[in-house]
């Protein structure tokens, strides 16, 4: 893979990564647009860990003030508010988790089909624009109760389809059940980390196991990118949302999804 690809599927990386578009379409779709490139699993490594370096460091005000608190509780000082939205994003991320492993070989197989991809487009994006329009209200992210994050959680397992996109599932099922725009984008964004840890760190087993060259100066390129790009993306992200909303990414989503149709079927 020369720079220039990898430039462009870093870049696509960052930008679709927490958009509610599908990363995972885009980079399939980017690849074949490039020449049927496939990117590899040491690449596919390094992107994902450009994007969690950069919600890490994005949220990292946050994170920190959590795992503090978390940990503050078992040494019995009793829970906060912030010590309440750890264990949320630990539970939160266990069905995607736990049916992540069980429907691994599925999703990477019959799931990956072009039609799929578009109809979960379509489909997932009218949702988004149903929930957006209908359901969302004024409730944050500390508010969630059990339920509530259990029921983003299991949504956040259809992502295994591709075309879905787990920041747009989960963004919609926090909108349905009441958070504004604003505290479902950061939900979700604080879901993605345990989520995106657990993936690369499955990519690198298999890297390893695999044991393929690695072409160091091509992947921090793509590493460099991915973490720019996608910490750009989650700021002009959350200002855009706030003053627009998501019916711009339900739109794009419709489209894209109706052109993979019109092209696969």
């Known amino acids: 893979m020369d720079y220039i690809t990898a430039v462009w599927l870093a870049l696509v990386q960052g930008i679709t990564e927490f958009l509610p578009i599908s990363s995972q379409a885009h980079l399939v779709l980017a690849g074949q647009w490039l020449g049927d490139v496939y990117q590899g699993l040491a690449f596919d490594v390094v ?7 950069a919600v890490i460091v994005y949220f990292r005000h946050e994170i920190a003030t959590m795992l503090k608190d978390w940990f503050g509780t078992w040494r019995g000082k009793g829970a906060t508010k912030d010590s309440k939205l750890g264990w949320w994003v630990i539970i939160g991320t266990t069905p995607a988790g736990v049916l992540g492993l069980l429907l691994k070989d599925m999703a990477e197989g019959l799931f990956r089909a072009e039609v799929v ?23 944050d992210e500390y508010s969630l109760s059990l339920r509530d994050v259990l029921i983003i959680g299991f949504a956040q397992a259809l ?27 950061r939900f979700s ?33 793509g590493f460099v990118v991915a973490t720019i790009s ?26 894209l999804g109706g052109l993979l149709l019109w092209f696969f079927i």
């Open 47 to 53: 992107l994902h860990a450009g994007s969690l370096v």
């Open 117 to 139: 991809m578009g109809l979960a487009l379509i489909v997932f994006g009218l949702l988004l624009g149903l929930a957006d329009w209908k359901g969302r209200g004024d409730r």
């Open 159 to 185: 992502a295994l389809i591709p075309g879905t996109s787990r920041s747009g599932i989960t963004m919609t099922a926090a909108l349905f059940l009441g958070l504004s725009r604003d505290a479902a984008a």
């Open 189 to 221: 964004f604080l879901l993605s980390i345990p989520i995106i840890a657990a993936a690369s760190l499955l990519l690198t087993v298999d890297l390893v196991r695999d044991g393929t060259d690695i072409p160091w100066d091509t992947l921090l390129v």
């Open 230 to 255: 996608t910490y750009a993306c989650i700021h002009y992200f959350l200002a855009f949302i706030r003053r627009i909303g998501m019916q711009p990414f339900v739109i794009y989503r419709l489209i």
